[in-house]
């Protein structure tokens, strides 16, 4: 069974760290492009991060860019969420996807749009609050 497994979510106050993790099982996420989404409360879910397959090419939305850090460890089948500087407004609930296209596999790229993204982890609560 094909699965991603979000994890590290939690309570941490404005200013504080925090780092995901997207394990995948019954899979190798060697030939995926990884997308982070986050959805909040009464708001649309929306794309964060991305990496590509080789970890060569990342994206990153603005209001996030320059505190979140999206990486990769294929050894380990583990993408990772290093967020730094957290504010009250990146409480939500945080997904990883992988998109599994031809395209971004021979490209080296990652895209941010959701309906390119195969396989959902089923998400991990962040909440930033004092």
């Known amino acids: 069974q094909l699965q991603l497994v979000e994890s590290g979510g939690r309570l941490v106050q404005p200013g504080g760290s925090l780092r995901l993790s997207c394990a995948a099982s019954?899979?190798?996420?060697?030939?995926?492009?990884i997308g982070w989404f986050r959805q909040a409360p009464g708001k649309e879910r929306e794309a964060i991060a991305c990496?590509?397959?080789?970890?060569?090419?990342?994206k990153y939305v603005d209001s996030v860019k320059g505190r979140f850090a999206i990486s990769r460890d294929n050894a380990k089948n583990t993408v990772y969420l290093q967020m730094d500087s957290l504010k009250p407004e990146d409480t939500a609930v945080y997904y990883c996807?992988?998109?599994?296209?031809?395209?971004?596999?021979?490209?080296?790229?990652?895209?941010?749009?959701?309906?390119?993204?195969?396989?959902w982890g089923q998400g991990t609560q962040v909440t930033v609050s004092s």
């Open positions: 996807a992988a998109d599994g296209s031809n395209v971004q596999r021979t490209q080296d790229i990652c895209v941010t749009p959701a309906w390119a993204y195969d396989y």
């Open positions: 019954g899979f190798t996420l060697d030939y995926y492009a």
């Open positions: 990496i590509s397959s080789s970890g060569g090419s990342t």
